[in-house]
Structure formats: C-alpha cells, structure tokens
C-alpha cells in the first residue's frame, strides 16, 4: 500500500500536524487526483477549535483542485474523466475524500473540469461555495434554478426583494451571481462598503454596511413591501440572526449557514455554537427559518449528477459566473502553510476572499 502526507487535527484547539494515510486505488466509479492546491475555511477552525463534527486526528478540508492521475474502470469506460484532466471539486465524506491530503480518492461526480484559462487556484475557491450556494437557494429558500436555463427565463417573483446578510463572503458571492443570472432584480446585500461596488457588479442592486447602526432601518426602507427570502451567509448569533430575526416577516422563509455561531473562536477563547435555529432567536409567528446543510446536497439525484461535473464548470466557462479573489497562504512547508491558514481564519482577518494553499512539496 502506498502512503502519502495529509493535514489533520490533533486534539481541541491544538497545532496541526502532517501524517501519512494511505493512497487508496479508485474503485469502478472513482478517480484518484494529485491535489495541488486546497482552500481553507471556517469549518477548519469550527472542527479544530470547536469540536465540531470531528474525531481526532481528522484529515481536514473539503475542497481540492488538482489533476487527475488514475481513473477507474466505468470512468474510462464512460471517457468522463481521463488521466491529466485538471479538476476540482467539494469533496469530504470520508477520510479518502478529505481535502488536505496529497491524494484524494473520489467518485466522478464530485469532479468539475477546470476551464480553460482558470488557474487551479482560482478553481479551488469555489466547489465547496457554489454548492452550498446553489443548494441553498434551490432547497432551503425554495427558489426554483432551471437547468439548463431557457433563454427566455424570467422568474415570476423576479422583482421580488431577497436579503443576502453577509454578501462578501464565500457564499454570498455566488449566491448572488447565482440568483442574477436567473434574472432576480432586486438583491439587496449586507457587507463592508468596501465590497459594495464588487458586489453591485454581481449583481446587488443595493449594498448596505452590517455595522451601521441604522442598517436595519434601510433594509426596511430598501424593502418597503418586506423581504420574503433571506439568506443568511454568517450565521452568528450577534452579527447577523438578531437583526435578521426583526427583519423576516410572517410567510419569510430563512435559510442560516449553520453552525450558528454564539461565540467566535479567538486565541484565548472557545468557540460556542448551536445548531437549532429556531431556538437561538424568537422568530416572528409564520417564518420558517432553516439551517442550511450542504452536506445533503446530494439527496437530490439530479444535483448529485449534473452539480458540480456540469452546471458549476460550465457557469465559470461562459463567464457567468467568476471565482472569488483569493489570497494565497504562504508557508516553507505544507504544514506551516496549514496552519498559517487556520491561523488567519482565527484572526478574523478574510474579507471577500478565499483563503488558498498550496498542498503539494513538488
Ligand atoms: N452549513 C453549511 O452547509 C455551510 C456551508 C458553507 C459555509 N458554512 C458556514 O458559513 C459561514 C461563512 O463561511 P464562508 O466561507 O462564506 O466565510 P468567509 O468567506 O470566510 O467569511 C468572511 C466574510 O464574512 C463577512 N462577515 C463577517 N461577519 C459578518 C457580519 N456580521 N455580517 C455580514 N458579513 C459578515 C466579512 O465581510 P466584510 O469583509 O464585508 O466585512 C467577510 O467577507 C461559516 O461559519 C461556514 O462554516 C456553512
């Protein structure tokens, strides 16, 4: 059996490590992929400083580009995917899936081919992202996306008001690409009024700043009829779900990137977190408010199939869509450059962007 290096956690709120595990040969319907470069994201700080969803020592990571190195059977059968196509994908179910490791084993589904004249760094920002936003929207806000999209698709409600809170992050980016490509017209976001104009080019039609004070009082008045859909990208208990919640009507339908964070992790503290929504706030009678959980995507057929090997490669193609701007972690070593990534999404220091390491030595 041969072996290769991976990134796991070693206990609460200690230092990664680099470990050997085994390269395990793809089975009919899996490619094995040379990863070169993965992103860091929050749930790399919720499973290593908060216990989340994690047993010691975990590979961590679930998003991957690199290039194919061997194919199984029925995937060279099926010429769906060959030896030196360049991929990406969000993968993560199991630990020969995980992302921060040199080889990741995975069914073909889970694979994009990167287009043309996108870097695999610009590529690994996005699996893991547009999957949760494209999940998001279709089952948790029940906002039908056609696929493909007719050309002369308008949906009815397309002038009705949907909130993004938290517009600038990973999610928020494509959610709103996302829902302007399907011709929603009145998008209002929540960011820093640095990101405004990056967002207005997305496709906000109107940005506000979460920290101001009245930022309520202009969602109100962006929103006079109220605001039926409302997606919120932070999910923390202080910076977004209170204010959300004296926001979303009767008949609002929420959906809340879970874990909902009641405490940051920072240097000296834990994290805290809940996972019930309608637990942490009062919610007005009549909102049906939702923890969104990407992991489930695939319980939809058609998605599990066309999500990412089709719909996601082909959006960045036409240009569609694009990949967040991403910030590329340095470090001498994998390890260091692991670590200085988790380091910084402690920190709080991202702002619209990914966060991007190299995974390989080579
Ligand atoms: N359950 C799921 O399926 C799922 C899937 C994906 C992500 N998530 C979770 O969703 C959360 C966000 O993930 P991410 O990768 O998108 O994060 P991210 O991109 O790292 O988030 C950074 C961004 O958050 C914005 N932000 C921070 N606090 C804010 C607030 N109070 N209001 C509005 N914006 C705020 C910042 O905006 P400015 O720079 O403009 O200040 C920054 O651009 C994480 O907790 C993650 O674990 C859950």
Redo the contacts with the bound molecule.
Sequence with gaps: MAYHSAIVTTALRAPLALIQVPTVPPAAEEVLVWVEFVAS???D??QNDGGLLVTHPQVLGDSVAGTVVQTGEEVEKKGILKVGDRVFGFTWREQKEKGMQEFVTVGWWHLGKVPEGLSLQEAVTVP??FV?AW??LVTDLAIELPWPKPDDYVPSDNQASILV?????????YATQILHYYGYRNIIS???V??HPMLQELGASKCFD??SPHVLQQLFEAAPKGIKKILD????L???IKAIAQIAERGARVAI???V?VRDATETQHPEYAMDVMEVVEWEDGVDAR?????FYMDNVFRKWHLQPEIMPTLLEEGTIRP?RYRLVEGETTLERAQNALDI?RR?E??????VWKMTEA
């Design positions: 994201t929050p749930l700080l919720h893991n992202n949760t999940h998001t809170w938290g517009g600038s992050s990973s999610v928020g980016q929540t960011a820093s640095k990101h979460y920290r990208c932070i999910g923390s202080d910076g977004s990137l879970l874990p964070i923890g969104v959980r990407t992991h967040n999404l709080k991202v702002s619209g962007e990914g966060l």
